[in-house]
């Protein structure tokens, strides 16, 4: 897999050696560099010293669990985003991990894909075109305000739920996004359906927007999820 | 312990005796007051008489002289009866009188003395005790008038002998209705404490004895009872995930211990390894959402999501599945539909979001008319799902209605249990889970999960309470979700 996204610096705070050993090395195979902590004080020293673009944090930690953490980080005003890792995946578990003020929950066990796509969404250097009123890709465009979508001189009529997952990949363009983000933050259901309704969403979505163009621009990142960018993979 | 012990040790022994204590106290205080002034009021008599007595006598003497006051003392004297008289000269010689001997130095003084004393004209020499008073006349001579004290004395002792008695008979009376009332306590205390030894010797069907008077004890017995029911219902539930996932896990584990086997011995290309990791990764996911699940009813039947509740209309809920399922309905060659009037709900939003996604893919996925595989004509109607919600008397109904196959009367029930799938050969991709979930969040809601016959084909409905939900909870405050970052 390749970066997507330039080099980021990651702070990841794990006390499961094998599992941190396996993520910073991953994390460097892509591109991005990996500090390491093993528990909950080491990890708020370093969070609080290093310039990290992203904090990936598990809930249970010795000497200090996750969300103390991130809570007397916030209280310091340390904006850097956050991600919990947990093996409480339950909904009330992420809503309480999300108020103690981090940025997205991901239960364990995950995929690294899903781990990667979404730290690089989070990531502080990748603050997109978010307050953009227009969105281009290629010679797609979407409007915001007006809710237009064209390609080149095409208008294109989507429906309201294709906009918005069509805003969504846009607003991450040249990013991964995995289909659990798609269900999270397009239809916020937290749950993991056993049939794959997204993958018939964006089929829907690609054959109002890629059919009958030469060159597609909403890409399957196998193993991942999908990816809406301009240029041949 | 010996059973004695045990009866003693009792609260109802115990609290016997802290009350036999203080009726006993109060007995004696009782008697005690009666005695005492029983006591007070016959020495005032023989002060009053014996004042009286010597105020006559000393009248005689100043009158008509000493021989008539001999004369009188003697006379007197000589009658039977308790009293007692004595008359000496200045020098403590006798004169007149029935008094053989006292203690020493009671004639030198004067007024009321206590004494011992002997009669002049009594054989035995016995001592007695008397209650004297002693004056002098004019002329130095001495006049003792008292009386004896033997009637006083008999008079207390009989009080003291029936405070004796009847504080020996509550004594006995006593404990004895204690141990009696420690005892009656006792057997039905014992007879519980078996049925729970028995309980927790493992047999969880065991109940406590319920007597028929409706007291506190009996009272007690049926809350326990009722605890014991609960807990049963616990153990068999988890008895029954750990046997499904003995069974349902374990199958996917095997397999996907196999394959990595399979592929460390074949040695192949890369290519080879590559789908073989493949495989594995994918069967791991189905094993992690089958884990999800179970932990998901787990804690839907635990009550413990009851956390996050609050208001919403399920209609909202109805249009966002259908929204999200339409496509794929489609793409499956089946229409799904939409009925809904407005029905405002408290609960779980997500839980009842998924519970309801899962009866859609359910319906999607066993819900095909049999017909359409042969590729023959079915009506429109056939390929329907319908997705409805509305409101009925005060439940809330959210039901999904296909046309397939349906479910045989015989297999409704069993098809909520865990891992059930009514298809045994296993082809279809799923958990299993699907339809023990939707029933675990309606349980959750004080509702349950419906499974009927659409003649042909499954209505599977979730019937919740409208509104107050879960009954006496007060309305649970809920914040708003912080936004992610998108």
């Not at chain 1, 944090?57 to 200090?64: A, C, F, G």
């Not at chain 1, 933050?185 to 927007?209: A, E, G």
């Not at chain 2, 003291?160 to 006593?174: D, E």
């Not at chain 2, 298809?423 to 675990?440: T, V």
């Amino acid at each position: 897999m390749t970066a997507t996204a330039p080099e980021m610096r990651l702070l990841i705070i794990e006390d499961d050696r094998e599992s941190a050993d396996y993520l910073v090395k991953a994390f460097r195979e892509v591109g991005h560099v990996a500090d390491l902590a093993s528990d909950g004080e080491e990890g708020l020293a370093l969070a609080e010293s290093g310039d990290y673009d992203v904090l990936v944090v598990d809930r249970m930690l010795p000497k200090r669990d996750g969300l103390s953490v991130i809570g007397s980080l916030r209280d310091k005003g340390n904006r850097t985003p956050v991600l919990i890792l947990s093996a409480l995946g339950q909904v009330d578990d992420r809503i309480k991990g999300l108020r103690a003020g981090g940025d997205d929950y991901l239960p364990k066990p995950y995929s690294f894909a899903e781990l990667l796509a979404r730290v690089e969404v989070l990531s502080r250097r990748n603050v997109g075109p978010a307050e953009e009123t227009t969105y281009r890709v290629g010679d797609l465009e979407l409007d915001r305000l007006s809710h237009r979508v064209a390609r080149g001189k095409d208008e294109l009529t989507l429906q309201p739920r294709e906009f918005r997952l069509l805003e969504y990949l846009m607003k991450h363009a040249g990013q991964v996004v995995t289909r659990t983000m798609l269900l999270e933050n397009v239809w916020d259901y937290h749950f993991d359906p056993q049939t794959n309704v997204i993958d018939v969403h964006i089929s829907r979505l690609r054959s109002k927007i890629d059919k009958g163009f030469e060159r597609p621009l909403l890409h399957t990142i196998r193993g991942a999820g999908y990816m809406i960018r301009d240029g041949i993979r | 312990m010996t059973a004695f012990g045990k009866l003693i040790r009792t609260t109802a022994f115990r609290l016997t005796l802290v009350y036999l204590f203080l009726f006993a106290l109060f007995a004696a205080s009782l008697l005690g007051y009666f005695a005492w002034n029983t006591r007070r009021l016959i020495t005032e008599q023989i002060i009053t008489t014996v004042d009286a007595e010597t105020e006559e006598v000393s009248g005689i003497y100043d009158r008509r002289g000493l021989s008539r006051l001999v004369f009188t003392v003697e006379s007197r004297a000589l009658r039977p009866g308790a009293n007692l008289y004595l008359v000496t000269t200045p020098t403590g010689q006798l004169i007149a009188g029935n008094v053989g001997a006292l203690m020493p130095g009671v004639m030198a003084s004067s007024g009321w003395i206590e004494t011992a004393y002997r009669r002049l004209d009594e054989r035995d020499n016995a001592t007695h005790r008397a209650l004297v008073h002693v004056s002098q006349l004019s002329g130095g001579f001495r006049l003792l008038i008292g009386r004896d004290l033997e009637e006083r004395r008999r008079l207390f002792g009989i009080v003291a002998h029936a405070a004796q008695w009847s504080l020996l008979v509550v004594i006995v009376l006593g404990i004895g209705g204690g141990i009696f009332v420690a005892r009656r306590v006792l057997r039905r205390i014992d007879a519980m404490t078996g049925t729970t030894r028995r309980i927790m010797a493992g047999d969880l069907s065991g109940r406590l004895p319920v007597g028929r008077s409706g007291d506190e004890l009996d009272r007690l017995a049926e809350n326990l009872n009722a605890m014991l029911e609960r807990i049963e219902a616990l153990m068999m539930g988890l008895k029954e995930v750990s046997d499904n996932i003995a069974h349902d896990l374990k199958t996917p584990l095997t397999r996907l211990r196999n394959r990595a086997e399979e592929a460390l011995a074949k040695s192949g290309c890369e290519a080879d390894y590559r789908a073989a990791l493949e495989r594995t990764i994918e069967e791991s996911d189905g094993l992690i959402r089958t884990f999800n699940a179970l932990l998901m009813i787990a804690r839907a039947e635990s009550g413990q999501a009851r956390g996050n509740m609050d208001d919403f209309d399920a209609a909202d809920v109805a249009i966002g599945i259908h929204e999200l399922y339409e496509p794929l309905a489609e793409d499956d060659g089946m229409t799904l539909r939409l009925k809904t009037v407005s029905a405002p709900l408290h609960g779980n939003r997500e839980l009842i979001s998924q519970a309801l996604a899962n009866l859609v893919e359910n319906a999607i996925k066993y819900g095909k008319p049999a017909t359409v595989s042969a590729g023959s004509v079915v009506s429109l109607d056939a390929k329907q799902i319908v997705i409805e919600a509305r409101r009925e008397g005060d439940q809330v109904l959210l039901s999904v209605t296909d046309h397939g196959p349906g479910i045989p009367e015989a297999d409704l029930k069993h098809a909520v249990e865990r891992f059930v799938r009514l298809d045994s050969s296993r082809s279809q991709p799923g958990s299993g889970l699907g339809l023990s979930l939707a029933s675990a969040v309606a349980t959750l809601h004080g509702g349950e999960l419906r499974l009927g016959d659409a003649r042909p084909g499954l209505v599977a409905t979730l019937a919740i309470p409208a509104r107050t939900a879960l009954g006496d909870r007060p309305p649970v405050l809920t914040q708003d979700v912080p936004q992610k970052v998108a």
